[in-house]
């Protein structure tokens, strides 16, 4: 059972530059979440999505653009990279639409922005 | 706002010692208070969810428990495979969708 699937793994971009972060999910959840992870900030919410057809911002969405493809798939889309993103970014899934019961989280893209 | 406040920021311990990390939160009715492991290069995985005080949990050497203020997570006779961050967040009920982070507990255990 694969979970949460994030590709890809490791990423450099250079300042400019446009990349999407994928991600797919084969638990059947409704909801589907980015983070991302900087030393010292914790986990921040950059977008999610609480069923298939809806996207929310969350904590830090500027800069960011996402797409709930499906049911299965949530993207993460960067315009125009800049150094200030350089950052490890997760995606992560739960079941329950209204919330309190727990995320299921992918191993993580790694991008580097120079 | 809801926020996460997790202490200490690491702590080191001896195989065998047992100890306990805090998490305090201050959420606007929470719908759930959320415990994780994350080791290096990893994405969190998850281990505990409480809903409300009194609640406790277990999972090994590992125990959770819930004050209406704060939450514990006490480890028992640890060993070197315990090492990790661990990591607490909350949801509350006007967060919808959104878990909110603490900055995380780094445990190392010594053989």
């Known amino acids: 059972n694969a979970g949460v699937t994030q590709t890809p793994k490791f990423q450099v971009l250079k300042t400019g530059q446009s990349m999407t972060l994928q991600c797919a999910q084969d638990?059947?959840?409704?909801?589907m979440y980015w983070y991302r992870q900087d030393p010292g900030m914790g986990l921040r919410l950059i977008y999610y999505s609480a069923s298939e057809g809806t996207t929310d911002k969350g904590e830090v969405p500027n800069g960011y653009n996402v797409s709930r493809l499906n049911k299965r798939e949530f993207s993460l889309r960067l315009e125009s990279a800049a150094p200030s993103q350089t950052s490890v970014y997760f995606c992560?899934?739960?079941?329950?639409?209204?919330?309190?019961?727990?995320?299921?989280f992918g191993q993580g893209t790694r991008l580097t922005v120079v | 706002e809801d926020q996460v406040t997790q202490s200490p920021e690491a702590l080191r311990l001896q195989e065998g010692e047992s100890s306990s990390l805090n998490c305090s939160y201050t959420v606007s009715g929470l719908r759930g208070l959320f415990w994780y492991r994350q080791d290096p290069g990893k994405g969190p995985e998850f281990l505990f969810t409480l809903y409300s005080a009194g609640e406790e949990k277990e999972k090994e050497r590992l125990k959770a428990t819930l004050t209406k203020k704060e939450s514990f997570l006490h480890i028992t006779a640890p060993k070197p495979e315990d090492s990790a961050t661990y990591l607490c967040a909350s949801r509350g009920g006007t967060s919808y969708g959104k878990l909110t982070f603490g900055q995380g507990t780094i445990l190392t255990v010594h053989p």
């Open positions: 992560a899934s739960s079941p329950a639409r209204t919330g309190g019961t727990e995320a299921f």
């Open positions: 638990m059947n959840h409704n909801s």
